[in-house]
């Protein structure tokens, strides 16, 4: 079995921190790098559910996309919920890594996977990056529909891909418009929409999206819209993340087993339908 140093040094191949945007917080949080790795958990949120699933799988190692501390802190004292879990792992000899904005750049990245989820053909990077001469590493990717499909057909083919939350899927535009090119970005995208805009596609699928920027968006152009929950735009990177590690421990012979959490940590746990507004 491998030490955690080695498995973590694999990680950084994957996903390099300093590729991370610099208000971000990846890399390892806790962890012995002597101690020995032989079963991992991926998930999207180092909550405490999460964290005790951890335990009752017997993980080494739990890698989640989203940090415990973003913003750092001063304790990690038990009576607080982040320390609560951060006990937990260490009481339990469980290694925490995260993979964040460095993981949304990589190539095959976070937007990658949900390309994959959605059936789409990627034709390159939405925001590529500069440090990358082969053009495929950067945020969000543009892509093609197997086929061109209508605006409902399209959200409703969202909903059946990827995991199923409260919040379900949104879409503003047409209902009836063909869509045959998507930009898709997981985790929130708003911020976005003028690089969306350039690349020319018919529709816009992420999550996250805000009254304002939405509205603005939508008076700019006729780009359609489709809105995720965050937690679902983002969980297919945990299987990608889980074949990638799977590919490393056979290449060296590690004998790791991987395990992919399908605990829904999005926030949200109930959706009531609202009537149709009328004077």
Not at 74 to 81: E, K, L
Request: glycine letters at 6%; hydrophobic letters at 40%; proline letters at 6%.
């Amino acid at each position: 079995m491998p030490a955690l140093n080695d498995v973590l040094a694999a990680l950084d191949t994957l996903w390099p921190p300093e590729r991370a945007e610099q208000w971000d917080a990846v890399g390892t949080v806790c962890g012995d790098p002597d101690a020995e790795v032989s079963r991992v958990l991926f998930a999207v949120d180092p909550v405490q559910e999460v964290a005790d699933e951890a335990v009752r799988l017997g993980a080494d190692l739990l890698i989640t996309h989203h940090p415990l501390y973003l913003r750092g802190t001063t304790t990690v004292a038990a009576s607080t919920f982040k320390g609560r879990v951060v006990h937990t792992l260490i009481k339990n000899d469980i290694a925490l890594h995260v993979a964040h904005t460095n993981a949304d750049r990589a190539d095959p990245g976070v937007s990658d996977a949900l390309a994959g989820a959605l059936g789409l053909r990627i034709t390159g990077p939405l925001v590529p990056d500069p440090t990358d001469p082969a053009g495929r590493r950067g945020l969000g990717r543009v892509c093609e529909l197997d086929q061109p499909r209508t605006l409902r057909e399209f959200a409703e083919r969202a909903a059946e891909a990827l995991p199923a939350t409260a919040q379900g899927i949104r879409a503003a535009g047409d209902p009836d418009r063909t869509i045959r090119t998507v930009a898709v970005c997981g985790g929130s995208g708003d911020s976005l929409f003028a690089e969306v805009r350039a690349a020319g596609v018919d529709a816009y699928l992420t999550a996250d999206l805000r009254h304002h920027p939405s509205s603005e968006a939508r008076e700019h152009s006729d780009l359609a819209l489709v809105d995720a929950a965050h937690w679902a735009t983002e969980w297919p990177w945990t299987e990608q993340a889980a074949a990638q590690l799977d590919e490393i421990s056979d290449r060296h012979d590690w004998g790791l087993r991987t395990h992919v959490s399908r605990t829904v940590t999005d926030p949200w746990t109930a959706h009531a339908s609202a009537h149709a507004f009328s004077v």
